[in-house]
């Protein structure tokens, strides 16, 4: 085991921050993929409203995904069960970086989006985030498709993670999903 800090001990929890944050960021990500497929699915008149809200809570997710980095990387997490394989501790952690780089990747690519199309990206009305890039179609058409496109492998790394913890809560009946509770 590698020398901890005395602030850094492990535990058969996460600690209460990494818990809040966790769960504040499932809301809020599931929330902002609902809204996103509402979006590409209709041009109702609650469409420029939602996409306006889409935006400031992806800023908003943006904000939280460094906190919850920084609580990653200042927090030591429960150890996996002894009984994983090697391949599923592995794949557990390469999940969890994964999940840890669209969380990244999804408000960053939608920022940069948003500026090659020129748009504003206002974060609830308190102030606008000048644009990244300059305006153009061909980078906006890009940047919309790998968001797109993001956003279909964030739907499956968020599967991939729900049904891992509750194999693990529900099957295994290990520590794992409790820890997160």
Known sequence: MPDLKPDMQPSDTYSRAARIMHWA????????????????????SWHLPLITLHKSF??????????????RLTHV???????LSAAQQRGAR???VLLYAAMFAMPLSGLLMQGAAGRPVEFFGLFTIPALLPVQLETY????????WGAWGLIALVLLHITAALHHGLIRRDTVLR???
């Open 25 to 44: 960021m499932a809301l809020l990500l599931f929330s902002l993929i609902f809204a996103g497929l509402a979006m590409v699915q209709s041009l109702q």
């Open 58 to 71: 992806g800023i908003l997710a943006l904000i939280l995904a460094v906190i919850r980095l920084v609580i």
């Open 77 to 83: 997490p429960p150890a996996l069960p002894d009984n």
């Open 94 to 96: 390469g999940a969890h």
């Open 141 to 148: 058409a890009v940047l919309r498709e790998l968001h797109g």
């Open 179 to 181: 820890s997160m509770l």
